[in-house]
């Protein structure tokens, strides 16, 4: 069967799988179009976030976990997905377009949608149960597959260096009234979209010099500390810092994600430290070694067994951002 032949049904139930991909303040900036049978990926630029994001770094970077999703909930379903990333100089916003062929499931099907379904970002406190180095390597590797570069930061002095640029961030973005006004807008932001404080750590302490992203939310857990001691971090980098490479860089999170879910790990996320210029500037060059720009630093850990899992993150309907031919 070829791509002009997949059924409108199958395109809908392959991006309706795919929009649990995970995007920045959950602002879902992508839109799909039919065509010919295949699938366009384009960014929502409505959606891009002004003053955190002025670049668009992670609104690309959102849309390569949802393009990574749709690869994997295809194969999943049984149509192979050939992606053409960046396909039309003179469309910037288009980023990929995606034709599929009818195929046989793979063997882990079943396995593979479980984690496209269980995956969350899950903020809460990591147990003290360190992440072996392999596991870290392991997931770096998985990352690496799909076009960029990850390597996990298992020196100390890399993960302390690292973990005070992410609170400078914190501190930095926490002084800018644009970058808090905007983080606190996309809290409870709508019904299909946003961060909902259900999910999000009690406030934190007075006490507390490096408040988290979000400043307060409902659960019964105080969070003081983005980055504890026994979180492994995985950063995602690449020779370039351009549209091409943050689109690899989010099927690389996406990638990564995934295989940790199923492995039974928990990862977020620490995008402030990319987002402010000094700090993303340091982690290139202090870090990095200048040998390559960060794009994504990820913490990795174990979430407590006997908690409770989160509720579900809203999503926006498969027809406000799926146009069919």
């Given at each position: 069967?070829?791509?002009?032949?997949?059924?409108?049904?199958?395109?809908?139930?392959?991006?309706?799988?795919?929009?649990?991909?995970?995007?920045?303040?959950?602002?879902?900036?992508?839109?799909?179009?039919?065509?010919?049978?295949?699938?366009?990926?384009?960014?929502?630029?409505?959606?891009?976030?002004?003053?955190?994001d002025?670049?668009?770094?992670?609104?690309?970077?959102?849309?390569?976990?949802?393009?990574?999703?749709v690869?994997?909930?295809?194969?999943?379903?049984?149509?192979?997905?050939?992606?053409?990333?960046?396909?039309?100089?003179?469309?910037?916003?288009?980023?990929?377009?995606?034709?599929?062929?009818?195929?046989?499931?793979?063997?882990?099907?079943?396995?593979?949608?479980?984690?496209?379904?269980?995956?969350?970002?899950?903020?809460?406190?990591?147990?003290?149960?360190?992440?072996?180095?392999?596991?870290?390597?392991?997931?770096?590797?998985?990352?690496?597959?799909?076009?960029?570069?990850?390597?996990?930061?298992?020196?100390?002095?890399?993960?302390?260096?690292?973990?005070?640029?992410v609170?400078?961030?914190?501190?930095?973005?926490?002084?800018?009234?644009?970058?808090?006004?905007?983080?606190?807008?996309?809290?409870?932001?709508?019904?299909?979209?946003?961060?909902?404080?259900?999910v999000?750590?009690?406030?934190?302490?007075?006490?507390?010099?490096?408040?988290?992203?979000?400043?307060?939310?409902l659960l019964?857990?105080?969070?003081?500390?983005?980055?504890?001691?026994?979180?492994?971090?995985?950063?995602?980098?690449?020779?370039?810092?351009?549209?091409?490479?943050w689109?690899?860089?989010?099927?690389?999170?996406?990638?990564?994600?995934?295989?940790?879910?199923?492995?039974?790990?928990?990862?977020?996320?620490?995008?402030?430290?990319?987002?402010?210029?000094?700090?993303?500037?340091?982690?290139?060059?202090?870090?990095?070694?200048?040998?390559?720009?960060?794009?994504?630093?990820?913490r990795?850990?174990?979430?407590?067994?006997?908690?409770?899992?989160?509720?579900?993150?809203?999503r926006?309907?498969?027809?406000?951002?799926?146009?069919?031919?």
């Amino acid at each position: 069967m070829t791509a002009s032949r997949v059924p409108d049904d199958v395109l809908h139930r392959v991006v309706e799988l795919a929009q649990r991909a995970p995007s920045v303040h959950n602002t879902q900036p992508w839109r799909w179009r039919s065509t010919d049978g295949s699938l366009e990926l384009h960014a929502d630029r409505s959606r891009q976030l002004a003053a955190g994001d002025p670049d668009g770094r992670n609104l690309v970077i959102s849309c390569g976990t949802v393009l990574h999703h749709v690869r994997i909930v295809a194969d999943a379903l049984g149509w192979k997905a050939r992606v053409s990333h960046l396909p039309d100089p003179r469309q910037p916003d288009l980023l990929a377009r995606v034709e599929l062929s009818c195929r046989r499931p793979p063997s882990d099907a079943d396995e593979l949608l479980a984690a496209v379904d269980r995956r969350c970002t899950d903020r809460r406190r990591f147990t003290s149960w360190p992440v072996p180095d392999d596991r870290l390597t392991h997931l770096a590797a998985r990352a690496t597959e799909w076009g960029s570069r990850a390597l996990p930061l298992t020196d100390l002095s890399e993960k302390f260096r690292a973990e005070l640029l992410v609170n400078r961030a914190l501190d930095l973005q926490a002084a800018d009234d644009a970058v808090r006004r905007e983080q606190t807008a996309w809290v409870n932001h709508g019904s299909a979209d946003g961060v909902p404080s259900n999910v999000l750590p009690g406030p934190q302490e007075l006490t507390t010099r490096h408040a988290s992203r979000f400043m307060t939310g409902l659960l019964d857990e105080v969070v003081d500390r983005e980055v504890e001691g026994s979180d492994g971090l995985v950063v995602i980098c690449a020779l370039t810092d351009d549209t091409a490479a943050w689109l690899r860089a989010g099927e690389a999170l996406s990638a990564m994600w995934l295989d940790a879910t199923t492995d039974g790990l928990s990862l977020v996320p620490l995008s402030q430290v990319i987002e402010v210029r000094e700090t993303r500037d340091a982690l290139r060059f202090e870090v990095l070694g200048g040998l390559a720009n960060p794009l994504v630093l990820v913490r990795v850990g174990w979430q407590a067994i006997s908690r409770s899992q989160l509720p579900r993150t809203p999503r926006r309907p498969v027809d406000e951002v799926l146009e069919l031919a």
